[in-house]
């Protein structure tokens, strides 16, 4: 197996564990804890509790879905980026980049699941410091996606290709 090829296994294992990672505390949070209905809250930390509440939107709770149609709208619509997620994983040839897709790709799957399932995506991550939240309650899925989305972007603005690496049009 290439190095290449395995790169993008990782990549693949690291999207099926984040996936599995999620499903599992959501499942530990809504069983285990108990949080079955939204706002239903367990104190874990000073500036760290669980809060039940369940997204119907996208990132932010933006694009509320408020039908049927909009539901199954975003289910397709998350489903068609996962993909495009995946096709441009496999398409990429540097760990970096193939390790921050594979946490976009595994998040997002741990959504499209919660959101094919219940109509929407169980959030139960509430930090805090005191009555201060800085960030809106979210999931490992969504932890995942950020991240990945952070060094994706970050990989875009500061790595750049050496020049010695770029062929010279010019001569040809």
Known sequence: ??????????????????????????????????????????????????????NYGVSLGMFEATSLEMRWGLVLGTAIIAVVVFVWMLREKLLGEILALGLVLGGAMGNIRDRYLYGYVIDYADLHIGEFRPFLIFNVADAAITIGVVIILARALFMREKPGNEQDTATE
């Open 1 to 54: 197996m290439s190095r290449v090829a395995k790169f993008r296994l990782y990549g693949v294992l690291l999207a099926l564990a984040i996936f599995a990672i999620d499903q599992w505390v959501k499942n530990f949070v809504v069983e285990d804890l108990g949080l079955t209905r939204v706002g239903d809250h367990y104190p874990l930390l000073p500036f760290f509790d669980f809060t039940r509440t369940n």
